[in-house]
């Protein structure tokens, strides 16, 4: 999809107007391994920009999540709850976590496809 | 026989390797006016001489047998069954240490998944961990639980918790920036309200209602619970209770000069990941082998590092068997009959008191269930009086608390017979 976006900490953003999708990218349910259960925020929770919003737990490490925007939690990934290995499975897809409604500008440090790849292969080494 | 294992050649030769004269260089760091000169320490002696001068210090200890012991306040005699020492003391439970490699050791593990079951039966919560260190931190933790929870930064402590458990409480707050607040109304701020049922003093309280308070205000209802009374009375998860934490001494261990006890902590099931502590679950191998093995690891500090809710690495894990056997050799009849006896012979006693001149229930209109509170004219000298006649009686407790001036606390438990009774009543009428 040409207009998701990524973070240096490895979540991807959606923007649809004003309605921001949050995940995390493929790379890091590869890093993480076998997604067992996500911590999520609810909804109407407002989130600064990198705040930590929740923690993604796999069978060998517990890492936390950071919002790539500012905005409001609108929807939760209520499937996740049940189904966790969705993050594994399809990161982009099924296995989106949040949605934000977004307060503000985009923040200008989100990387495009090319230089995400480049901050995945430098960190691979 | 040489009990230090390294020899004088032994040292020589160390010292040499790392290229030092002596162990007086390996100091050279620490300034000569820091240093002590000599120890005044007597000669070594025999084991015999040993053991005979141990034998004479220990005899001027006061040491009140069971049955004329009238005092409670956390931690209780009772009649402990030879079954529980038979299972503890055998060398496969007794000599090892906490298991690096978890699910090598099968049996430590089940006695442990044990634990969590009984203790999550008896509290009506869906889990407990493996056990806390004693009542004090494990009211402590559940503080820190309902913190993380709900990103709250009060905890509010309603009516007469133990005030050694509200010191403990207060020294893990400190360092988290936490406030712990006395009162019954929560407020907006506040993550948990934390009583206690019986309560210090040994009354009951309305668990039901400050459970609801603290819902109504968005917090967690920490109950502080004695596990034998829970056999007759409502238990936490009835009451809607969101964690249960409490002192399992009762649970066949001795007093032993306040510990190593246990403490137990359960939950509802949506908190399980804020729980602290080792936990223990059942998995089935593909051929449908049962193993026990641990659970939620990453819940635990080593994993989530500062984000986790507690730092606690182990526990008192032969006290907790100890209390497995016990709560699975006395069953829940067994349970119940402590229970009811030790509240029939407080209440009988508590009724004996009263009618001494000048006694009276200090809270007329308060029901408790084997601890309970008299205000008695000159409480120093009830209790130095009932010492002289070989008698542990009962706590002073304006100790704690200035409102209770002239307020004790007794209690009465199955090793409390008849015969103690009228002994204890003949050595206060005298």
Known sequence: MADRRYTKTHEWVVVDGKTVTVGITDFAQSQLGDVVFLELPSTGRKLALRESFGVVESVKAASDLYSPVAGRVTAVNDKLTVNPELVNSDPYGDGWILKLELAGDLPPDLLDEAAYKQVTEASAH | MPYLVHSEEDRASMLESIGVQSMDDLLVDIPQSLRIGSLDLPDGLSEYETMSQIASLAARNRVFPDRLTFRGGGVYRRFIPAAVAAVTSKPEFYTAYTPYQPEASQGTLQAIFEFQTLIAELTA??????????????????????????????????????????????????????????????????????????????????????????????????????????????????????????????????????????????????????????????????????????????????????????????????????????????????????????????????????????????????????????????????????????????????????????????????????????????????
């Open chain 2, 125 to 430: 919560l869906d889990v407990a961990n493996a056990s806390l260190y004693d009542g004090a931190t494990a009211v402590a933790e559940a503080a820190m639980m309902a913190h993380i929870h709900t990103g709250r930064n009060e905890v509010m402590v309603s009516g007469y918790l133990h005030p050694e458990y509200v010191e403990v409480l207060r020294a893990f707050c400190d360092g988290r920036g936490i406030k712990v607040r006395k009162g019954t109304e929560p407020g907006p701020k506040t993550a948990a309200v934390i009583f206690q049922q019986p309560d210090f003093l040994g009354l009951l309280v309305d668990a039901k209602t400050l459970t609801e308070n603290a819902h109504a205000a968005g917090a967690l209802a920490i109950a502080c619970v004695d596990p034998i009374s829970l056999a007759i009375l409502s238990p936490p998860g009835e009451y809607g209770a969101d964690i249960a934490v409490g002192e399992g001494q009762q649970l066949g261990l001795s007093p032993s000069y306040g510990g190593p006890h246990v403490g137990f902590i359960s939950c509802r099931r949506e908190l399980v990941r804020r729980l602290p502590g080792r936990l223990i679950g059942i998995a089935h191998d593909k051929q449908g082998r049962r193993g026990f093995v641990l659970a939620l690891s990453a819940r635990e500090q080593h994993i989530r590092r500062e984000k986790a809710s507690s730092n606690i690495c182990t526990n008192h894990s032969l006290c907790a068997l100890a209390a497995s056997v016990y709560m699975t050799y006395m069953g829940p009849k067994g349970l119940r009959q402590v229970a009811e006896v030790s509240f029939k012979r407080a209440h009988v006693l508590a009724e004996r008191l009263a009618a001494l001149p000048g006694w009276e229930p200090a809270f007329p209109d308060r029901q408790f269930v084997n601890e309970f509170p008299m205000r008695v004219p000159k409480a120093s000298a009830v209790v130095r009086k009932l010492a002289r006649k070989g008698i542990l009686g009962p706590i002073e407790v304006q100790r704690w608390f200035r409102e209770l001036k002239g307020v004790v606390t007794f209690t009465c438990t199955e090793v409390n017979d008849a015969r103690a009774l009228d002994e204890l009543l003949a050595a206060l009428e005298a």
